[in-house]
């Protein structure tokens, strides 16, 4: 903040993102203060009690910042600025390793938290968001897609997103903002999700953090016999978590098969993926799903075994359900 006799120059910073710049003078004919130009926002919220300087972290506030003018609240959009109720979908991913899930949650940190708390932060009113799916605590997206809505958005959505990674945390990153139409649903609107889930064979440094090692041989051309079952069924109760509150099992998966990746002729490790297709999936569906293909590719499940299992909709007969760390949202559809 800088001082001279007549001009009062004030800008806020957080995360080094340039949150407001404003300039006040004193020679009103009445010496009281107007606002003559600002950018962006008037004052950043939440930030009471600490004056942010670029490139330096928050330091204790001395007592009071001069306050902007009521006027800023009031102020025109500047041009080139949209305007009206608007709702805008978000392309965004995230490692999710260390979220409790995309949903909010009571006691822990989430991807949907994260965004909502940066989209209230940057455009100064509080902002729900809406995504096309809750991904489960350590599960990660490649895409994921939500919805908000704003009544003015003072600026275009490209340099909306440009300040949303700025600052969000690393593991998040917006790809883009769109204005949609309002009949347009990130949850509802969808046509299909695709989810991938990873696995190794052998020991690897490198894949253990997004990929589940397998420990014994399996047999991928048998796991597939029994993926392609899946698109024989509708009704996938015995894939979904015990206890969870859901209307219906219905599903309809139209795609469900094992790919390796690469040849793999160099290493002894082979890289395999799950991938499955449905227009909607039950909690903890596709870890259960996989959990009971490997089962059969161990062949402790046989064919007819495992289509028993699908067809007596219960959990208990089902596999186990995989760790969250190899799963992937990797694509969904409108």
């Given at each position: 903040?800088?001082?001279c006799?007549?001009?009062?120059l004030?800008?806020?910073?957080y995360?080094?993102v340039?949150?407001?710049?404003?300039?006040?003078?004193?020679?009103?004919?009445n010496?009281?203060?107007?606002?003559?130009k600002?950018?962006?926002?008037?004052?950043?919220?939440n930030?009471?009690?600490?004056?942010?300087?670029?490139?330096?972290?928050a330091?204790?506030?001395?007592?009071k910042?001069?306050?902007l003018?009521p006027?800023?609240?009031?102020?025109?959009t500047p041009s080139?600025?949209l305007?009206?109720?608007?709702?805008?979908?978000i392309?965004?991913?995230?490692?999710?390793?260390?979220?409790?899930g995309?949903q909010?949650?009571?006691?822990?940190?989430?991807?949907?938290g994260?965004?909502?708390?940066a989209?209230?932060?940057?455009?100064?009113?509080?902002i729900?968001?809406?995504g096309?799916g809750r991904?489960?605590?350590?599960?990660?997206?490649?895409?994921m897609?939500?919805?908000?809505e704003?009544?003015?958005l003072?600026?275009?959505p490209?340099?909306?997103?440009?300040?949303?990674?700025r600052?969000?945390?690393q593991d998040?990153?917006?790809?883009?903002?769109?204005?949609?139409?309002?009949d347009?649903?990130?949850?509802?609107?969808a046509?299909?999700?695709?989810?991938?889930?990873?696995?190794?064979?052998?020991?690897?440094?490198f894949?253990?953090?997004?990929?589940w090692?397998a420990?014994?041989?399996?047999?991928?051309?048998l796991?597939?016999e029994a993926?392609?079952?899946?698109?024989?069924?509708?009704?996938f109760?015995?894939?979904?978590?015990?206890?969870?509150?859901?209307?219906?099992?219905?599903?309809?998966?139209?795609?469900?098969?094992?790919?390796k990746?690469?040849?793999?002729k160099?290493?002894t490790?082979?890289?395999?993926?799950?991938?499955?297709?449905?227009?909607r999936f039950?909690?903890?569906?596709?870890?259960?799903?996989v959990?009971?293909?490997?089962?059969?590719?161990?062949?402790?499940?046989?064919?007819?075994?495992f289509?028993r299992?699908?067809e007596?909709?219960?959990r208990?007969?089902?596999?186990?359900?995989?760790?969250?760390n190899?799963?992937?949202?990797e694509?969904?559809?409108?």
């Amino acid at each position: 903040m800088f001082f001279c006799p007549s001009v009062l120059l004030s800008f806020y910073y957080y995360n080094n993102v340039l949150l407001s710049f404003c300039l006040i003078t004193s020679f009103c004919p009445n010496d009281t203060c107007r606002l003559q130009k600002y950018a962006e926002f008037a004052e950043p919220p939440n930030v009471s009690g600490f004056f942010f300087e670029k490139g330096a972290s928050a330091l204790p506030f001395q007592e009071k910042v001069v306050p902007l003018p009521p006027q800023i609240t009031k102020a025109g959009t500047p041009s080139g600025c949209l305007t009206d109720d608007m709702r805008y979908f978000i392309t965004l991913s995230y490692d999710g390793t260390r979220f409790h899930g995309w949903q909010v949650q009571p006691n822990g940190i989430s991807v949907q938290g994260e965004l909502q708390r940066a989209l209230s932060l940057i455009l100064r009113t509080d902002i729900q968001v809406t995504g096309a799916g809750r991904t489960d605590t350590g599960v990660h997206a490649r895409m994921m897609v939500a919805h908000f809505e704003a009544t003015t958005l003072p600026f275009q959505p490209h340099d909306l997103a440009y300040k949303l990674n700025r600052l969000l945390p690393q593991d998040i990153a917006i790809q883009k903002i769109e204005p949609v139409s309002e009949d347009l649903h990130a949850r509802f609107s969808a046509t299909s999700r695709t989810y991938r889930y990873f696995v190794h064979t052998g020991k690897s440094p490198f894949l253990r953090h997004y990929s589940w090692q397998a420990h014994y041989a399996l047999d991928f051309p048998l796991m597939n016999e029994a993926a392609a079952m899946l698109l024989d069924y509708d009704d996938f109760g015995a894939f979904c978590k015990s206890h969870t509150d859901v209307k219906t099992t219905i599903c309809h998966v139209t795609h469900a098969q094992w790919h390796k990746v690469g040849d793999c002729k160099s290493t002894t490790t082979e890289e395999w993926y799950f991938e499955i297709t449905a227009n909607r999936f039950l909690r903890n569906m596709v870890r259960a799903v996989v959990g009971t293909l490997i089962d059969v590719g161990r062949h402790r499940l046989t064919l007819a075994d495992f289509r028993r299992v699908v067809e007596g909709k219960r959990r208990t007969e089902a596999g186990e359900s995989m760790p969250a760390n190899a799963l992937f949202l990797e694509n969904i559809t409108y």
